[in-house]
């Protein structure tokens, strides 16, 4: 009977030492990358929210759990709303996508089309399925104001022009650049093209 609360009590121990709640490492990232958008200091943000410096550490570092209370002041102190700093819990097992329910995207007269396959909003990314008839194209209006892009060629052919210079992918192939360093997509084939497209909002 010692024994076993002995054991109880260093379990309960170790995990006041080693918080491995989700939720409370995933709303101290939140409050942290949203107070250093906002160029803030934590003594700043402290003062704002009126909590200690120390309890605003403690929650940036994953370490304890604000009450409702006090998340409700801090969202106020970083002007956005609570639910921007919660996880998306619907994400958190398995989910089917419909192609009948796809987004499609169309350019160039039908010519350039993606099929938006999922959006990840907690990361910032968009993954599209893009069809390519042949001829030239610029960067993809609805791309121009991303950053980070991944593109990996199903089938057909396709090339890409960087600085003036030609990079002609095949299937298999993939590349990763930057938005702006792209002049020209174009598809050298008879034959439409299909990639796998990932594009970021945030420099990977």
Do not use: C
Not at 20 to 33: A, C, P, Q
Not at 36 to 50: D, N, P, R, T, Y
Not at 101 to 125: F, G, P, W
């Amino acid at each position: 009977m010692a024994r076993s609360l002995e054991n109880q009590n260093l379990q309960e121990k170790h995990s006041e030492r080693v918080p491995d709640d989700f939720l409370t490492s995933f709303l101290g990232d939140k409050i942290r990358k949203r107070r250093l958008e906002l160029g803030l200091s934590m003594e700043k943000v402290a003062q704002i929210a009126q909590v200690s410096r120390g309890m605003l550490g403690l929650i940036e570092t994953g370490k304890t759990t604000p009450s409702i209370a006090i998340l409700w002041k801090l969202s106020k102190a970083l002007r956005t709303r609570v639910s921007e700093f919660l996880p998306d819990v619907s994400m958190h097992g398995p989910k089917i996508f419909r192609k009948e329910e796809s987004k499609i995207l169309t350019l160039n007269q039908d010519k350039l089309s993606a099929r938006v396959l999922h959006k990840d909003l907690e990361n910032h990314l968009e993954f599209l399925e893009v069809e390519l008839s042949p001829g030239s194209y610029p960067l993809p209006i609805w791309l121009q104001k991303q950053k980070s892009q991944t593109i990996s060629l199903v089938s057909g052919e396709i090339g890409l022009v960087f600085g003036s210079k030609k990079n002609l992918l095949f299937p298999g192939d993939t590349a990763v650049f930057l938005a702006q360093d792209l002049q020209e997509i174009f598809n050298p084939s008879d034959d439409n093209a299909i990639l796998f497209w990932i594009s970021s909002a945030v420099n990977l």
